[in-house]
């Protein structure tokens, strides 16, 4: 079945450092990824998405490439700040379900951030 | 403004209870979803409805129960029958069939058991 693998946290960073949150993927067919994040007591947001190899989604900063030779969809942001402070989840779809949405989801990686 | 409201905030309950958490969404969405997120576990899936008075069991839906009888509206029982009901229960909805993997989500319910 469909898996997310992505590293455990917490994170803690100080403001304007580089951002690297890892996520690698197994899934059959081909599948999309996200990167969702939960701000503190809130629900998911999508952040970003990238639908086929090579694509690069990117939102507020933040980036991840679709790599099918290492299924990876790393997470990276050049500065981060104090409001980047979140919960932040790889996803893919899985599509095989008549076109339901269902989502995989990683475990999830909190980052803090001090000022 | 178009969303997913979920009520309530924050539920208490004593074992043997069932509990129902309401999920309403006003974005024309077909489909409609559950969600459990417990620390270090991520979210995983509990029931899921593309269409009215139809759904499917998730990953985890032994202990709980659903019905569709309104395109807005999913509302999640909790029975007593679920062996570990303290969680963050998240409803979420997208557009059947878009094929963009995007889900809205609402702001959750927090469950706790006594």
């Known amino acids: 079945g469909n898996s997310v693998t992505q590293m455990e946290g917490p994170v803690t960073l100080s403001e304007e450092a580089f951002l690297t949150i890892n996520c690698t993927y197994t899934?059959?067919?081909?599948?999309?990824l996200f990167w969702y994040v939960q701000y503190p007591g809130e629900g998911l947001q999508l952040l970003l998405k990238a639908t086929k190899a090579d694509d690069k989604g990117s939102n507020k900063g933040f980036e991840a490439t679709y790599r099918k030779e290492t299924t990876s969809f790393h997470l990276e942001k050049g500065s981060v700040q104090v409001s980047d402070s979140a919960v932040y989840f790889c996803?893919?779809?899985?599509?095989?379900?008549?076109?339901?949405?269902?989502?995989?989801f990683g475990t999830g990686t909190r980052l803090t951030i001090i000022p | 403004d178009g969303g997913i409201t979920q009520s309530p905030k924050y539920l208490f309950r004593k074992e043997g209870q069932n509990v129902t958490l309401s999920c309403e969404q006003n974005?024309?969405?077909?489909?409609m979803y559950w969600y459990r997120q417990d620390p270090g576990q991520g979210l995983r899936l509990i029931y899921y409805?593309?269409?009215?008075?139809?759904?499917q069991k998730g990953d985890i839906a032994e202990g709980y129960s659903v019905s569709r009888e309104k395109k807005e509206s999913f509302p999640l029982t909790v029975t007593s029958a679920q062996k570990n009901p303290t969680a963050f229960y998240l409803c979420a909805s997208s557009r059947s069939g878009s094929n963009t993997g995007e889900l809205f989500f609402g702001e959750g319910s927090r469950l706790t058991v006594l």
């Open positions: 974005l024309n969405h077909d489909a």
């Open positions: 996803a893919l779809s899985d599509l095989s379900n008549f076109g339901n949405e269902k989502l995989t």
């Open positions: 409805s593309q269409i009215v008075n139809d759904f």
């Open positions: 899934a059959t067919g081909y599948p999309s």
